[in-house]
C-alpha cells in the first residue's frame, strides 16, 4: 500500500515532466496540428501501450533492485534529482524551442500513427529516466510489496501523463496559435516548470530518507 506522500509526489513529478517538451509532446503536437485531432489521439494510444511497457519492466526490475542490492537507493536518488536539474535547465535556458512551433509532418495512416507514438515513447529518454531513477524513491520496502507498490505509482504516473497529453492533443491548435501571439506567456510558461523541477530536484536531493531493508 502507497501512502499519500508517496502518491502526490509521483503525480507531482509526472505533471512536471509531461508539462517539460520533451519527444512525446512535440510529436503530439505536430501529428495533431498537421493531421487532425483524431490522428493524434491514434498516436496518444501508442504512447499509453508504450508507458505500459515501462511499467512492466519497472515492477520486475524495481523489486529486484530494492531486494538485490539496496544501496543503490541514494545512487538512484541523486541521479533522478540531476535529471530533474537537466530538465529544468532546457526549460530557462535562452533559446530553447516550445513543443508548440511544431514540425511538418506526413500524412500517415492509423497504424503507422499508433507505431510511431508506440516507438517515440519507447525511445524517449525522459521516460526511461523517469522509470529507472524517478519512480524507486517513491518506493518504501517498510510498507510491503515492492512491486504493488511500484505497479500503484505507475499506474498513477501514467493517469496523469495520458490525461495531460489527451488535453494537449486537444487544444494543440488553439494553444499554438495563441502562443505565437504571446511570447511572454510562452517564457512564462518555460520558467514555471523549470522553477517545479527545480524544486523537486532540490527537494529530492536533500531528502535522508533511507531505503529500508525489504521483506522475504
Known amino acids: 500500500m502507497i501512502g499519500i506522500d508517496a502518491g502526490l509526489g509521483i503525480a507531482a513529478v509526472a505533471l512536471a515532466m509531461v508539462l517539460t517538451p520533451g519527444p512525446n509532446m512535440i510529436y503530439l503536437v505536430s501529428r495533431s496540428i498537421t493531421q487532425g485531432r483524431a490522428a493524434g489521439l491514434i498516436s496518444l ?3 499509453a501501450v508504450g508507458f505500459f511497457a515501462y511499467l512492466l519492466a519497472a515492477v520486475t526490475g524495481v523489486s529486484a533492485v530494492f531486494a538485490l542490492v539496496p544501496t543503490m537507493y541514494t545512487a538512484i536518488k ?16 535562452p533559446g530553447g524551442q ?8 506526413p500524412i ?29 524513491q517513491f518506493v518504501d520496502p517498510a510498507k510491503g510489496d515492492i512491486a504493488a507498490q511500484s505497479l500503484s505509482l505507475g499506474l498513477i504516473q501514467i493517469t496523469v501523463a495520458l490525461t495531460v497529453n489527451c488535453l494537449i492533443v486537444l487544444t494543440a491548435g488553439s494553444v499554438s496559435s495563441f502562443l ?9 510558461q518555460r520558467y514555471a516548470m523549470g522553477t517545479v523541477l527545480i524544486g523537486l530536484a532540490v527537494s529530492m536531493a536533500f531528502d535522508r530518507t533511507e531505503a529500508a531493508a525489504p521483506r522475504q
Not at 541523486?78 to 535556458?93: E, F, Q, R, T
Not at 500517415?108 to 521516460?127: A, C, E, S, V
Not at 505565437?180 to 517564457?187: C, D, E, N
Open 180 to 188: 505565437a501571439r504571446k511570447p511572454t506567456w510562452l517564457r512564462a
Open 108 to 136: 500517415d495512416r492509423p497504424r503507422k500513427l499508433f507505431t510511431m507514438g508506440l516507438m517515440t515513447n519507447l525511445l524517449n529518454p525522459k521516460i526511461a529516466v523517469l522509470y529507472v531513477s524517478l519512480l524507486p
Open 78 to 93: 541523486i541521479a533522478g534529482a540531476c535529471y530533474l536539474l537537466w530538465l529544468a535547465w532546457n526549460a530557462i535556458k
Open 45 to 47: 494510444l501508442g504512447v
Open 98 to 105: 516550445s513543443a508548440f512551433s511544431p514540425k511538418d509532418l
